[in-house]
Structures are given as structure tokens and as C-alpha cells.
């Protein structure tokens, strides 16, 4: 259910909203929407890129399955935090539990 919320915007920000809504062909309304998740989608993917966040919990905030997230990171060129030497102890451990 869409709810109503106030904003109050920057010049410079209700442009973007404004040039978005000219080149999608599209209302203020979506436009704005549309900024808003990438930013989130940006948000999240920074946090994962910088170590703040696992890569589970970034599908789960993604609303994206693990295999979806990795396309993703790798469509936009984002490696892994975790160094190679790090992967083969989470491996080992892993080998360790089964």
C-alpha cells in the first residue's frame, strides 16, 4: 500500500527528479521513486563493497537471491572484500564442520 510522506528537496535534487521524468517519459512521482531505490541499491552495495556488510545480508536487503547479488556485483565490477587467503579459511572451516 503507497503511503504519502512530505519532502522538503533541494533545487538541485528536484532536478534530477525533473530530467529523469523527461527521459523515462514518466511522472515526478516515479521518477522520484525510481532515485530513491537506486540510491538504496547503491547504499547497499557500497556497504558490501567496503566490508560493512556480508553478502547475505545484502540479497536480504536487495530482495535479490545470493546468485542475483553476485551477477550483480559483477555486472558492475565490485570484487569481494574478503582476500583470497581469507575465502580458504572460511573454506577449511567449512571442510572442518562436514
Request: glycine share 6%; hydrophobic share 40%; charged share 35%.
Amino acid at each position: 500500500m503507497a503511503k504519502i510522506i512530505t519532502l522538503r528537496l533541494k533545487e538541485r535534487e528536484l532536478d534530477f527528479i525533473k530530467e529523469l521524468s523527461k527521459k523515462e517519459n514518466e511522472d515526478k512521482s516515479y521518477a522520484a521513486r525510481k532515485l530513491i531505490d537506486y540510491g538504496w541499491i547503491y547504499f547497499i552495495l557500497k556497504n558490501y563493497k567496503e566490508g560493512k556488510m556480508s553478502i547475505g545480508r545484502a540479497s536480504k536487503e536487495l530482495n535479490l537471491t545470493i546468485t542475483e547479488t553476485i551477477e550483480l556485483l559483477a555486472d558492475l565490477g565490485i570484487k569481494s572484500p574478503i582476500s583470497y587467503e581469507e575465502y580458504l579459511e572460511g573454506y577449511a572451516s567449512l571442510k572442518e564442520v562436514f
